[in-house]
């Protein structure tokens, strides 16, 4: 048994084997006729609160049943499909708040059922899985700002229903000074009886990366756990995380984060072998990418923890000593982002690993905005973008400075961060590039960057690479040499790309903007040296449509309007 053995410091071979900123004003007066009452009894088999047909009826809490109603909304994570068009007028205007303060469909989660049903998700392998016998207990800590009654019980409810007891040593709800009533007192006299459940408050707003300090420094169990208060823990999901920290302190690990629809809170789930990893643009954005083939070689099974470069930031395992080692978060980080990549980078970097977990499965509400207030007049994921940025990246930072112009605004002090890393003796971005995620695409390797103009006419290739743009056709437009949307950087492999977006043929039709999968094929294109792109696969080159305004993909030929200008890096 390895656990509590462990020295952290460099016993764990680095790299080894085994082991946009969203504004939204929320709204800020809870209203009472929405207050929990019809919402917190939910039991899963009361018909009529589901209707929602006369006002709700006050009634004591109906202690925990883990045997709902198999036909009630939402059971066995399906849809609640609600026909707006059907409620009365008074039903329909909470439905529209519901949406309008949570980003989600708050009304189809409170007709479910606080304790609603889900598949077992798990691939065969993993139930037959046999973990450890002493595994470590865990603290879970969920934060929330202003949650939704319903969807913060569930989220409790689910791990407690779905954890072998002796494994949660507590769950640390951390309320970050929200205004809403029913966190107030509803909320403490709720968990009052659900034991091992405590509420911490901050007595201010502090953000997500705060609260979550703050909830480390209460917890008590050998782990801590964090997860989003919208999530739905699924049967046998804790285990397998346990089961690897257990192997080694330093390891850090995610499980695979399925999608609970915010529409309608249908749970979504992909098996083990459709699992990403995580990954990041030079934005700093987090992103997902497919296992790479280097990493699937390494496991044995598919089964097995898949070695990730970067994590989402909500969903994770961490050894609260190891947590403590590794400098637990900035916090000078405010309200939300950038915290998820400057832990993943120091993970790596100081000698942990990080995994995500084929085996444990927890649903997540992906929300299409952000519901609550941010600090108006700061870029706030900039700023703490910049932190880790100057205090992880060395100077792989420009790519992202490059962004704006340098200009990097106020972003606090970095040094006792700085300290850490040095006490630490953290290796440095180069080697965490070079050895943990070597299939990120570095600008500074690009051969050739800056606009594609074409020869016959001052047109330039121009598209965003933002989720509207994909799978949309490349466009022409006039030069305008202000990089933009017209800035592309041909990669090493062969890739016309910005960011995660590739230029993209499949032999018919037009060039279109798609997500860079990294495997050649339809991305795959070659800028000659007299100034033909070529595309590979299909033999054909770019050319420049009569009326200027589009991209036909020809047979290469010697026409002018197939030659492009792009400057490339050795100067020709
Ligand atoms: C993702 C992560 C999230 C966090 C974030 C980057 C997942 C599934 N989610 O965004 O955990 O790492 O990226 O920072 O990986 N909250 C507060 N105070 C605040 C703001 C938020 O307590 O001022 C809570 C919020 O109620 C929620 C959690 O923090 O429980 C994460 O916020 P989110 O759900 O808006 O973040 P998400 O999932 O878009
Ligand atoms: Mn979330």
């Known amino acids: 048994d390895q656990w509590g053995e462990q020295n952290f410091v460099h016993d764990n071979p680095h790299g080894g084997d085994e082991g946009d900123n969203r504004h939204e004003n929320e709204q800020k007066v809870y209203n009472e006729e929405q207050a929990p009452d019809g919402v917190v009894n939910n039991d899963g088999g009361d018909a009529k609160q589901v209707q929602h047909e006369q006002a709700p009826k006050p009634r004591p809490h109906i202690p925990t049943s883990t045997t709902p109603n198999p036909n009630a909304p939402g059971e066995m994570g399906k849809a609640v499909i609600i026909k707006k068009e059907d409620l009365s007028p008074e039903e329909r205007k909470k439905y529209d708040a519901g949406f309008q303060k949570n980003a989600f469909n708050q009304y189809a989660s409170d007709m479910m059922s606080l304790h609603r049903s889900l598949p077992d998700v798990r691939d065969k392998e993993c139930r037959d899985f046999k973990y450890a016998s002493h595994l470590p207990d865990t603290s879970v800590v969920i934060c929330f700002h202003n949650e939704a009654w319903s969807v913060l019980l569930r989220t409790v ?316 056709p490349v466009k022409m437009w006039p030069c305008h040499n202000q990089g933009g949307n017209q800035y592309w950087m041909l990669s090493k492999n062969g890739e016309i790309r910005r960011d995660e977006g590739c230029f993209d043929f499949t032999g018919q039709g037009q060039v279109q903007m798609y997500t860079c999968h990294g495997q050649k094929g339809n991305q795959f294109w070659e800028y000659r040296a007299d100034g033909h792109l070529m595309h590979v696969n299909s033999q054909r080159c770019m050319e420049l449509s009569g009326d200027g305004q589009s991209i036909l993909m020809e047979p290469c030929g010697n026409k002018i309007r197939q030659l492009w200008l792009w400057k490339r890096k050795d100067g020709s």
């Open 157 to 472: 409810h689910s791990v407690l229903d779905r954890s072998p007891a002796h494994l949660i040593k507590e769950i640390i709800l951390v309320d970050d000074f929200s205004d809403m009533d029913h966190v107030k007192k509803p909320l403490e006299d709720y968990i009052a009886k659900l034991g091992k459940v405590r509420i911490v408050r901050a007595k201010k707003r502090e953000g997500l990366i705060r609260s979550r300090l703050l909830g480390a420094s209460v917890a008590t169990g050998q782990v801590i756990t964090y997860l989003d208060s919208h999530c739905e823990c699924t049967e046998g999901w804790l285990e397998p995380l346990l089961d690897v920290i257990a192997k080694n302190k330093s390891n850090v690990v995610c499980p695979v984060i399925d999608v609970i629809e915010d529409e309608n809170f249908k749970y979504d789930f992909s098996s083990a072998r459709g699992t990403s990893i995580g990954g990041f643009d030079w934005n700093l954005q987090f992103n997902w990418h497919p296992i790479p083939d280097h990493e699937r070689k390494r496991m044995k099974t598919p089964f097995d923890p898949i070695r990730s470069p970067t994590m989402a930031g909500g969903l994770f395992s961490i050894s609260r000593e190891y947590f403590e080692f590794l400098g637990t978060y900035d916090p000078g980080m405010d309200i939300w982002g950038g915290e998820n990549l400057e832990l993943s980078f120091r993970i790596w970097m100081c000698g942990g690993t990080l995994y995500i977990v084929p085996c444990s499965h927890v649903g997540h509400i992906f929300r299409k905005r952000s519901p609550y207030k941010w600090k108006p007049g700061v870029n706030v994921v900039k700023k703490n973008s910049i932190r880790l940025a100057e205090v992880w990246m060395d100077d792989y930072k420009n790519y992202y400075y490059e962004r704006f112009n340098h200009v990097l605004g106020d972003y606090g002090d970095v040094t006792s961060r700085k300290e850490l890393r040095k006490r630490l003796q953290c290796k440095s971005f180069d080697w965490y590039v070079k050895n943990i995620f070597p299939d990120l695409f570095i600008p500074g390797e690009a051969v050739a960057s800056g606009e594609i103009r074409n020869q016959a006419q001052s047109q330039c290739l121009d598209s965003s690479v933002d989720h509207n743009a994909m799978n949309k």
